[in-house]
């Protein structure tokens, strides 16, 4: 079992432990892959350096056989046959290829002077000083630059050269000395060189073996360079990811450093190798290291990979193992959670059932019995509880027991939740009660789990609330009936006092026509009475005469003439007044009486201008009135004189306020049965919020200037009721106002009610 | 026809152009009638140049698989293969040198051993404690002081081994492995296989009438000479 358990962290460690090993091999292949690589770079740059050194060697094997077939002497041959060689760039690193005589002590002063006699007269043998012998350079080719030198060193006084020249003298091949400072580079910061020398033998002498080769010396002849430009020569490029440094002998030492490539380095060098060279029969140590782009450049980062992917699949393995084996118990786990949960929900429920303070119920949602009833139930209801948990709902319910049947339903399927129902209780007593009803599953059945709450209390609080509402109702509906009946009368008392107003209003029209008339009346009874008065006077001055007794006949027929003449005015004065009387008759009598008769229009209204006139007669406007003389009329002449009196006094009073000249007009068409009857001005016009209220019954403009409010609503009544026709007003504010009044000639006879609620209204279509 | 040689102590020394392949070089091409030309170059650049045909001849050469594709070997001594380590590097056994990685083994390049050492080099190859080398001058000079703390000898270094700071600094540890025949290189690309029989009869021959034995008393006394001259030939 425990092995069991330990299974997942056992695979762990296996895969953990194979990704190792793969790991390990991949790292390792790797490392042996990069070392190969290195191992063959070394072995290439080894091989460079050889192969360049032989090649030198070939070169100077070609001027040893010059000088086998010339004599060192010669030196224009040796100084075409250099120049033959055409030192290109691979050769470049070549600094000077000369000629080194072996000069024994004895021969040195014969040798100087046979120097002076090619030409170089300051030849001496430098260092100077008493030697067994000199090696002097005695020809430096090709003769350019730093080679136009003087000749005469003596390379054989020079330790580290004269090795190599022994070397070279004894084994007849090519050596190549230490490191050297150039002859031809002076200063101390001269590139390191090394010089090749290869011997040159006394022709014709053996020289097969040590000895003979010693004996038979001639001199040497030699290659000098500079290390810097042999490598330089030798890699057109570096070896990648490799930097070399050269050494003189086994010693990596800053002394004996040769070349030192600039080296690319931010970590310890992966592969490094000191390998020696023998060249020439000397040693060199190349130092190789890699650089930093080295295992970049070569390297495989699949260790890396592996130890990842192996790891995450390990972990993965392990966590897959740990899962299934873990998987019944888990289960198990969980399902004794699940259980535990149940049990505490069902403990839960039955805590909230039995303990609620609420009624609680479980019903059979079929036969209606009840299942189950809380402790509060069987205190509500009355019964004990082992007595109502097998009561049929129905015994509760006061519905017919098949409507209750039918609720269950709706309650199973969740159609409805809530319901008002009247229980009735073990005494008897009726309750209301809500119910909240809905299905749940109890041991595999589902029952209805209803919850009862009373509401008679509220219900009794409802209808009491509904009672108040119906009482106040009724008291609302007396006291507007009051209200109304106040209106009412209020109402009245307001049209009464309209018609007051109207007949006021009419009397102090009629006291303006009084006025009017008496001032007409006024000039033919004064001119009356003035010729009255001469007529006196005449007759007393002629009876004078008589009584004088001087009176003539002449003077008689003059005073005849003359009271015929003032006779005649009185007649027509009085004649006047008298037709003016006639024609105020009329008008008040129209006005005062109503009644209706035949009339002339024309006639009509010039007595109502005519009467109204002299009102006006100061005032700047001018009143033209132009109506035919035979319309006639069969109408109540009164109140169209008055509303003609009206519209005139109306303009009168507003039009032309503020003007210095104007006309009123009045005209009339007719046909056979109607009259249109038109009465405008050229004055100020109205603007059209009063112009909609102006037949609006004490609507005034001028209040306290006279206007009454009532003329043009008393008018339009008189039109609209007993002329039976209609009147209209238009205004165009700035160019005056128009009235157009239309009747019947013949006006309807009056049956009931001629001027109550008869009016139109009818507003402007003009501007 | 060519024939390079190169320097290792008694066999070859470029200084004094002699040694022991010299005089059995020029016995060989004296014996042939041919004109042979003789040179010398590093053991690697031999090899490589056999590979590649260019050179037919070399000496004293020991032969393992990759030689035997393009090089044919005409016997005529064996000898043992030695390491010989710094005193103070604390060595008894082959052992005790590959187990501390401070040491390192100077090695010619392109040199091949007996199986053991073959074994050890290249185990110390892959530890990349190795140093290379052109010729075995530099290695006895690395030594020396302290560059290298190993390198393996032939009977040819000996003479080295008896100069005085070279006998105090250093012991001798043997590879327990049988002698291993060295012979006449030949390039498998430059001579045919009858040419080859031919130059292996000519061994044989130098071999058979004391020849071989002559040269190799010149250097090494008569018992090591008998002892690396009388072998059986594989």
């Given at each position: 079992m425990s092995l069991v358990r330990l299974l997942p962290a056992l695979i762990l460690v296996a895969a953990l432990g194979i990704t190792g090993l793969a790991w390990n091999h991949e790292r390792q292949v790797t490392q042996k892959a990069l070392q190969s690589q290195f191992d063959f770079l070394l072995r290439e740059t080894i091989g460079r350096v050889e192969q360049r050194m032989a090649t030198y060697e070939q070169m100077l094997r070609g001027v040893q056989g010059l000088l086998a077939i010339t004599e060192p002497t010669d030196r224009d041959a040796f100084s075409n046959y250099v120049g033959a060689l055409q030192f290109d760039p691979n050769f470049a690193s070549i600094q000077a290829v000369g000629i080194i005589k072996r000069v024994p002590a004895a021969l040195a002063p014969s040798h100087v002077a046979s120097m002076r006699r090619l030409?170089?007269?300051?030849y001496v043998i430098q260092p100077a000083g008493v030697r067994e012998v000199y090696a002097p350079v005695i020809q430096r080719e090709p003769y350019v630059g730093r080679n136009r030198m003087r000749p005469g060193f003596d390379a054989w006084s020079d330790p580290v050269r004269r090795s190599a020249m022994e070397r070279a003298r004894d084994s007849g091949m090519a050596a190549i000395s230490g490191k050297v400072q150039l002859v031809v580079d002076s200063g101390a910061d001269a590139p390191a060189g090394f010089v090749m020398y290869m011997p040159i033998y006394?022709?014709?002498?053996?020289?097969?073996?040590l000895a003979g080769r010693r004996a038979h010396l001639a001199g040497w002849i030699f290659a000098s360079f500079r290390m810097s430009d042999v490598i330089a020569s030798l890699y057109g490029e570096k070896p990648p990811g490799l930097a070399f440094s050269l050494f003189d002998g086994v010693e990596p030492t800053e002394a004996a450093l040769l070349y030192r490539a600039a080296e690319t380095r931010s970590r310890p060098a992966a592969f490094a190798a000191n390998e020696y060279l023998v060249v020439g029969g000397n040693t060199w140590t190349l130092s190789v290291r890699s650089q930093d782009d080295f295992e970049t450049r070569f390297g495989r980062n699949s260790a890396l990979i592996i130890a990842a992917t192996g790891v995450s699949l390990g972990l993965l393995l392990a966590l897959l193992t740990w899962l299934i084996l873990t998987a019944r118990t888990r289960a198990l786990q969980l399902a004794a959670n699940m259980t535990q949960e149940i049990r505490e929900s069902e403990a839960r429920f039955r805590d909230f059932f039995e303990k609620n303070s609420s009624v609680m119920l479980l019903i059979d949602?079929?036969?209606?019995?009840?299942k189950e009833a809380n402790e509060t139930a069987a205190t509500y209801y009355g019964y004990p509880r082992t007595q109502l948990a097998g009561m049929l709902i129905d015994e509760i319910n006061t519905l017919p027991p098949e409507r209750v049947a039918e609720e269950r339903q709706k309650a199973l399927h969740e159609e409805r939740n809530y319901f008002l129902f009247q229980h009735r209780l073990a005494s008897g007593e009726l309750r209301d009660v809500e119910v909240h009803s809905s299905p749940v599953v109890s041991g595999g059945r589902t029952l209805l789990f209803s919850i009862a709450h009373d509401v008679t209390a509220r219900k009794q609080a409802e209808q009491r609330v509904v009672e108040t509402l119906r009482s106040s109702e009724k008291d609302l509906e007396g006291r507007v009936n009051e209200r109304t009946a106040e209106l009412s009368s209020t109402i009245e008392r307001l049209k009464q006092t309209q018609v007051d107003l109207a007949q006021a209003d009419k009397l102090a029209s009629l006291g303006a026509l009084v006025a009017g008339v008496a001032h007409e009346l006024n000039t033919p009874i004064g001119n009356a009475l003035t010729m009255a008065s001469a007529l006196e006077e005449a007759a007393i001055e002629l009876d004078a005469m008589v009584a004088a007794g001087g009176l003539r006949r002449s003077v008689l027929a003059a005073h005849a003439q003359k009271s015929k003449g003032m006779a005649a005015i009185v007649t027509r004065s009085c004649l006047r007044a008298a037709s003016l009387i006639a024609s105020f008759k009329r008008v008040a009598v129209d006005q005062t009486s109503e009644q209706r008769r035949k009339f002339d229009l024309h006639a009509l209204v010039d007595d109502n201008v005519a009467a109204i006139k002299p009102s006006f007669k100061k005032a700047p406007w001018i009143i033209e009135v132009d109506i035919r003389a035979d319309i006639g009329c069969d109408s109540y002449p009164g109140p169209l004189g008055q509303v003609i009196t009206n519209l005139i006094q109306n303009a009168a009073a507003h039009a032309f306020d503020g003007r210095t000249s104007g006309t009123l007009r009045v005209y009339a068409t007719c046909d056979a049965e109607m009259v249109e009857m038109i009465v405008e001005d050229d004055g100020k016009g109205m603007e059209p919020a009063v112009l909609a209220h102006i037949f609006e019954p004490f609507y005034t403009t001028k209040l306290g200037q006279g206007g009454s409010g009532l003329g043009l609503s008393v008018s339009l009544n008189i039109v609209t009721g007993v002329l039976g026709g209609t009147l209209q007003a238009s205004s165009d504010p700035g160019y005056g106002s128009r009235f157009t009044l239309r009747f019947p000639r013949i006006a309807p006879s009056q049956v009931a009610q001629p001027r109550k609620d008869r009016r139109r209204r009818e507003q402007p279509s003009e501007g | 026809l060519t024939l390079a040689l190169h320097d290792h102590?008694?066999?070859?020394s470029a200084a004094t152009d002699s040694g022991i392949d010299k005089d059995f070089a020029d016995e060989l091409i004296r014996r042939s009638g041919c004109k042979v030309a003789v040179s010398f170059m590093p053991r690697a650049r031999i090899w490589q140049l056999i590979e590649s045909g260019a050179l037919d001849f070399s000496l004293s050469g020991i032969t393992n698989a990759e030689r035997d594709r393009f090089a044919a070997f005409a016997w005529y001594f064996s000898n043992k293969y030695y390491l010989l380590v710094r005193k103070d590097a604390g060595v008894r056994g082959l052992p005790d040198f590959e187990r501390n990685r401070d040491l390192q083994l100077g090695v010619i390049r392109s040199f091949r051993y007996s199986e053991t050492a073959n074994r050890f080099v290249d185990t110390l190859h892959d530890a990349n404690r190795l140093s290379q080398a052109g010729g075995l001058t530099p290695l006895y000079q690395a030594l020396i002081l302290n560059r290298i703390q190993g390198m393996i000898i032939e009977p040819f270094d000996y003479p080295a081994l008896e100069e005085k700071q070279i006998r105090d600094l250093t012991a001798i540890i043997e590879f327990n492995d049988p002698p291993v025949p060295h012979g006449v290189i030949m390039s498998r690309k430059a001579l045919s296989m009858t040419e080859q029989k031919k130059w292996r009869e000519l061994v044989e021959g130098m071999r058979a009438d004391g020849t071989v034995r002559r040269i190799f008393e010149k250097y090494f006394k008569p018992e090591l000479a008998a002892a690396m001259v009388d072998f059986q030939a594989p």
């Open positions: 030409g170089f007269n300051d006394t022709r014709g002498q053996a020289q097969d073996n949602p079929t036969s209606g019995e009840i | 102590g008694l066999l070859y």
